[in-house]
């Protein structure tokens, strides 16, 4: 995501307020995602939440800007794909056989899944630095769900997750040059469209499975106006204003608030879940603040 050289100075009162806006409207999609799956189709929720995601965007007019590069469009489709289309059934598929916390807990270690597949398209060494970052995230990863699935959890749904989370690394190594040389929401936009279109055969298909509920549809709708929406719109405002690197700090919170929403709802906490979650921050924190003189660094950040 580009972003222009920034002061290093405090976050002004407007920055903190969008930072706390994209943390809670990510941290909180889980639970609203759980809600849904309860009455829907997971494709219908994926489908349904990215009708209202991008009709909210819709109304940002910077979203609407053309592409300055015309060729990207083809490359904003796949990105529709990995980013959106395909995880957004995942997570509500994956949250009818686990907590929602969980999923969000899990959901933090896409930072460390975004180095690792841009050390494995670099083709370089991470270095010592990285490695240790990444070891320590990743023990994190195994900490988080090793108590679901050694209590007779669902490996399934913890599989499902994570499989999200690394489409999310995917994602996020593209769509850092896309917006950089198209800027953020036109890109973000154009990739809900996209994904929008590809979901609308299975999500139609899913009406015919699913129990519709105004509970349900409460859910969905705050989960794509909300998270999928106004989070997005924010988070990319926050870049614009304190740069990428200082705006990460909102991928950090999200688990948290996961947690945070997930106990309110009285979902189950386990101990050494909590650790892990604590362990996957370190490493992605650790990851993301790689020395210059390091061989391989991460793509960039990027909403999800």
Same mark, same amino acid.
């Given at each position: 995501m580009a972003s222009a050289q920034h002061a290093p100075g405090p976050f002004a009162v407007r920055d903190w307020?969008? $930072?706390l806006a994209s943390a809670a409207g990510w941290g909180t999609s889980f639970?609203? #995602?759980? #809600?849904?799956?309860?009455?829907?189709?997971p494709a219908t929720v994926a489908w349904l939440r990215l009708l209202f995601g991008a009709a909210a965007l819709a109304l940002v007019p910077a979203a609407r800007v053309p592409l300055r590069v015309p060729r990207d469009r083809w490359s904003v489709v796949l990105l529709g794909l990995v980013w959106m289309a395909v995880p957004f059934v995942l997570f509500p598929a994956a949250e009818r056989t #686990?907590?929602?916390?969980?999923?969000?807990? #899990?959901?933090?270690? +896409?930072?460390?899944f975004t180095v690792l597949i841009a050390m494995l398209v670099t083709?370089?060494?991470?270095?010592?630095?990285?490695?240790?970052?990444?070891?320590? =995230?990743?023990?994190? @990863?195994?900490?988080?769900?090793?108590?679901?699935?050694t209590g007779g959890g669902s490996?399934?749904? @913890? $599989?499902? @997750?994570?499989?999200?989370?690394?489409?999310?690394g995917v994602a996020f190594n593209l769509t850092g040059p896309l917006q950089a040389r198209n800027g953020a929401l036109p890109v973000i936009w154009r990739a809900?469209?996209?994904?929008? *279109?590809?979901?609308?055969?299975?999500?139609?298909?899913?009406?015919?499975?699913?129990?519709?509920?105004?509970? +349900?549809?409460?859910? *969905?709708?705050?989960l794509g106006i909300i998270s999928t929406g106004v989070a997005f719109a924010c988070f990319a405002t926050l870049v614009g204003r304190v740069g990428a690197a200082r705006a990460s700090l909102a991928t950090y919170l999200v688990p948290v @608030?996961?947690?945070?929403?997930?106990? *309110?709802?009285?979902?189950?906490?386990?101990?050494?879940?909590?650790?892990? *979650?604590v362990l996957v921050l370190a490493g992605a924190y650790l990851s993301a603040?790689?020395?210059?003189? +390091?061989?391989?660094?991460?793509? =960039?950040?990027?909403?999800?």
């Open positions: 307020f969008l $930072l639970l609203f #995602i759980k #809600i849904g799956a309860e009455d829907f189709a #686990i907590p929602s916390a969980l999923a969000g807990m #899990i959901n933090g270690s +896409a930072p460390l083709r370089k060494s991470p270095g010592t630095h990285l490695s240790f970052g990444l070891a320590v =995230g990743f023990l994190g @990863v195994v900490a988080v769900n090793l108590p679901e699935i490996a399934t749904g @913890v $599989l499902m @997750v994570l499989g999200a989370t690394a489409l999310y809900q469209l996209a994904a929008l *279109v590809l979901s609308t055969p299975a999500g139609l298909l899913g009406l015919g499975a699913s129990t519709p509920t105004p509970t +349900a549809l409460a859910a *969905v709708a705050v @608030v996961a947690v945070l929403i997930g106990a *309110v709802a009285g979902e189950p906490l386990r101990p050494l879940s909590l650790v892990g *979650v603040r790689v020395p210059r003189r +390091a061989e391989v660094t991460p793509a =960039g950040v990027s909403p999800r």
